[in-house]
């Protein structure tokens, strides 16, 4: 009988009236625990040093203290193998690239129901990208505004070029691992790689590089 994973989830979120609802939701859901909320990146660094790491956290951008995307420049540099989503009210172009550059997976906006994060955790523990549709349609105009540069050799294997196509198919982790016969972890394996390959942070700088021929 197979196990499903339990997916280990932090928050940082200054609003205690929404930190609180969030916490007791995730923790409501199957497969969902989420040992700690708080309302500064200071906070989670401070928990980090004495407790193990979360598979995924919830952050917002503007904080008390460290803003949430200088935060996600730390956690990416210290603790590479956490997934961050952004959930903040701030739609504008510059945070939502400023945050997926720096290195997040996900960008959801505050007015999201809790049905929806929930299922964005989902994904993106299963190594998904979520974002609202509405900054989905930002990124995507972003990217067809790029003008394309000449294609340099970037020094992936063959496999670690199909590990890009699949991102840039939007398939998960698994999915990719199903589609070329290997499992997850070497599929994580791969994607760091190619990020230290490509000088990037993010899902969502592989997927516009390989949309401006870049790769």
Do not use: W
């Not at 004495?50 to 460290?66: E, K, N, S, T, V």
């Amino acid at each position: 009988m197979s196990t499903t994973k339990t997916i280990i989830t932090g928050i940082v979120e200054d609003n205690e009236v929404i930190r609180t609802i969030l916490r007791d939701h995730l923790d409501a859901e199957p497969s969902i625990q989420c040992p700690v909320a708080v309302e500064s990146v200071e906070d989670l660094l401070t928990y980090l040093e004495a407790h193990p790491a979360p598979d995924l956290i919830l952050m917002d951008i503007q904080l008390p203290g460290m803003s949430g995307i200088e935060g996600i420049q730390i956690l990416r540099k210290n603790f590479p193998d956490i997934e961050i989503m952004m959930l903040t009210v701030y739609h504008d172009s510059h945070k939502i690239f400023h945050s997926l550059q720096a290195g997040a997976s996900g960008y959801l906006l505050k007015h999201t129901s809790l049905e929806e994060i929930t299922e964005a955790v989902r994904m993106l523990a299963d190594g998904g990208a979520p974002m609202s549709p509405q900054i989905a349609r930002k990124v995507i105009r972003h990217f067809s505004d790029q003008t394309p540069n000449e294609k340099p050799d970037s020094n992936l294997t063959s496999r670690e070029q199909d590990i890009v196509e699949g991102l840039v198919d939007g398939l998960s982790y698994k999915l990719i691992a199903d589609r070329f016969d290997i499992s997850i972890d070497t599929v994580r394996a791969h994607i760091r790689n190619i990020y230290k390959k490509l000088h990037v942070n993010s899902k969502a700088e592989v997927i516009a590089k390989s949309l401006r021929g870049e790769i």
